[in-house]
């Protein structure tokens, strides 16, 4: 079984940077697309980005989409976002999750394996 933990939150001022790590042990980490998510306070769990992991092909939210980036390193099963002008709308807490099938990564659904997350602040 696959397990996956965040690291890489915290506070930072608006305009700045982050970038978390979701490292992957237990199972067969290549079979999977992995996806990011977070949950603001209140508000339905929301789709970040994505990415399938043997071509490296990505997707992006609507509203990260030109300010974040996902990206992978194959040889240390670890995903990571990174989250460049950032604004205090993105204040949530990020979830990494992991799609067997690679279909459908913008569904939270498509995900059967989530992390614990990780907080993101961000200042105005």
């Known amino acids: 079984q696959v397990q996956l933990v965040e690291s890489g939150g915290g506070l930072v001022q608006t305009g700045g940077s982050l970038r978390l790590s979701c490292a992957a042990s237990g199972g067969a980490f290549r079979q999977y697309a992995m996806g990011w998510f977070r949950q603001a306070p209140g508000k339905e769990r929301e789709f970040v980005a994505a990415i399938k992991w043997s071509v490296g092909i990505t997707y992006y939210g609507r509203s990260v989409k030109g300010r974040f980036t996902i990206s992978r390193d194959n040889a240390k099963n670890t995903v990571y976002l990174q989250m460049n002008s950032l604004k205090p709308e993105d204040t949530a807490v990020y979830y990494c999750?992991?799609?067997?099938?690679?279909?459908?990564?913008?569904?939270?659904?498509?995900?059967?394996?989530w992390g614990q997350g990780t907080q993101v602040t961000v200042s105005s």
């Open positions: 999750a992991a799609s067997p099938s690679s279909l459908y990564l913008l569904e939270r659904a498509s995900y059967d394996i």
